[in-house]
């Protein structure tokens, strides 16, 4: 996903795409891929809290990441049961295609969908 890094005040990169001009999955990976980074353990310093990541996504709402994907984000964790369901991510998961995730999986595994 090449645009993955491309920021919503069009100061990303590769091409420097602002807001729209941004696929929708492109802006949802790169929140999630911020939020992840500040909430996991690095060999550079200690995982920081929930809160505290979602307070850096929110002030960097409109600069950095799209607002809309920031609120979705938010209320998405609001809404489960904790933020461990938003990261928890298999290796395979990880590692798969956009869009070839769950059901998608399951059923070229022999396992019936959901």
């Known amino acids: 996903m090449s645009s993955s890094h491309e920021r919503n005040?069009?100061?990303?990169?590769p091409d420097g795409l602002r807001g729209e001009q941004i696929p929708l999955a492109s802006r949802i990976v790169?929140?999630?891929?911020?939020?992840?980074?500040?909430t996991s353990s690095r060999p550079c310093g200690a995982a920081g809290t929930v809160e505290a990541a979602l307070a850096?996504?929110?002030?960097?709402a409109g600069s950095q990441?799209?607002?809309?994907?920031?609120?979705?984000l938010r209320?998405?964790?609001?809404?489960s049961s904790g933020p461990e369901r938003f990261l928890e991510l298999d290796a395979e998961t990880e590692q798969a295609?956009?869009?070839a995730g769950g059901a998608d999986q399951?059923?070229?595994?022999g396992q019936p969908a959901d």
């Open 9 to 13: 005040d069009g100061r990303g990169y």
């Open 30 to 38: 790169f929140a999630r891929q911020a939020f992840h980074a500040m």
């Open 56 to 60: 850096e996504l929110s002030d960097r």
């Open 65 to 72: 990441f799209d607002p809309a994907v920031v609120k979705a």
């Open 75 to 79: 209320a998405e964790l609001a809404g």
């Open 97 to 99: 295609p956009f869009g």
């Open 106 to 109: 399951r059923h070229a595994h």
